[in-house]
């Protein structure tokens, strides 16, 4: 059968609100331009993010009601430990409330001023904390990544010659570390090959350094290396993700991603003496060693979901939806992010917005522009998220790629939910003039895409 199907039935539904266009257009003033800011009551198909909005299956709530909440050494951790463990080899496993916990907690230990922190797209919280504690967060992907529309199975990969010359150039001493983040979110959702991590591994070998992954979206990275690395088609997607973690010294993971849970996150290490570092911050901020800030319900899910991440036949309907998408918006003659990665499809909107320059914040008009259409929610990948001020011109530096991503959630959707979005976003294309370009009324200084306000210009 070519017919790819969601594997699950549904058992328990949540109804979709209709909006009148009027309504949406009263809703997006009030929301000032930003749909961080709009109510979810308001929004039809909710593509905001793939994090944290999985639909969980039985047995996860199940095991909810199965948790056990001991405040130390619950039998749910034990659970939820020895999951972690098998998948990942790693000996130190902590539990915290989501990802960017986990970072705070990493680069609290490592960061600090004058430190170095090379990835091949630090995500923003990612970013932020790493900035946070007073280190610089530079980019090493792969000069292809850039290019939207270039096809190329791996432009996740961290560049390793860029790697070498940016030891080289600050001194190994100031990195405290090599991130790679699979997928690579900020670029698209490009996947990392495994002779890339190799490479990246050598480089670190080479100078002494620690490898971390950002393992947000691993499981995804894997079956996406198995459909695209060379001598790799073959082998379990568990085995995968085990030599990709094998190549690591340790890992962030936010579990609302391939966790397939609503909150939930992950630290790994293998070295002793920064685990028990790592634990005492723990202790401080998120909670015991053995729940770290979740409950033991949360623990259970989240070893469930871990374990039914890893099913192939999940991962290919998985990759496949979002490579549907990708082709319906490639046929209305929208230019997206190539080849389409595992999570969400990237729309250039630089292309999408030709009429706008990047100063009126072309992905964020987009943004407006399919949730008025459509009650579409997505979010900007651009010079709102990621544009800086240049300290001494006072102008604004705008990153390479102008993008909006739309994420799909995992086991929310059905295909015509999908059929929907192909649909209105085609006919928002075919109209793309009427468009209008935005300014910024207010912003805070960090993260300021989940608040800033908007008027259109
Ligand atoms: N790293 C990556 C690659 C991510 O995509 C995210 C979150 C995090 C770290 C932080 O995890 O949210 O649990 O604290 N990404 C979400 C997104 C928010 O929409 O892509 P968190």
Redesign the pocket.
Known sequence: MKTIIEPFRIKMVEPLKMTSPAEREAVLQRAHFNPFLIPADDVLIDLL???GTSAMSAEQWAGMLRGDESYAGARSWFRFEKVIREITGMPHVLPTH????S?RILFELVGGPGKVVPNNNH?D??RANVEHSGAEAVDLVIDEGKQPRLRHPFKGNLDPNKLDALIREVGPERIPLVMV?VTN?SGGGQPVSLANIRAVRAVCDHYRLPLFL?A?RFAENAYLIKLREPGQADRPVREIVREMFDLADGA?I?A??DGLVNIG?VLLFRDDALAQRANNLLILTEGFVTYGGLAGRDLEAMAQGFEEVLDEGYLQYRVRSVEYLGEGLLRAGVQIVEPPGGHAIYINAAHFCEHLPPDQFPGQALLCALYRHAGIRA?EIGSVMFGKTDLVTGQTIHPPMQLVRL?VPRRVYTQSHIDYVIEAVGEVFANRRAIRGLRIVEAPAVLRHFSATFAEV
């Not at 989501?98 to 916990?101: I, L, V």
């Open positions: 993010t793939d994090s989501q990802g960017r916990a970072e995500f919280t990612t983040t979110n950002d947000c962030t936010s609302k991603k996150g979010v994420a």
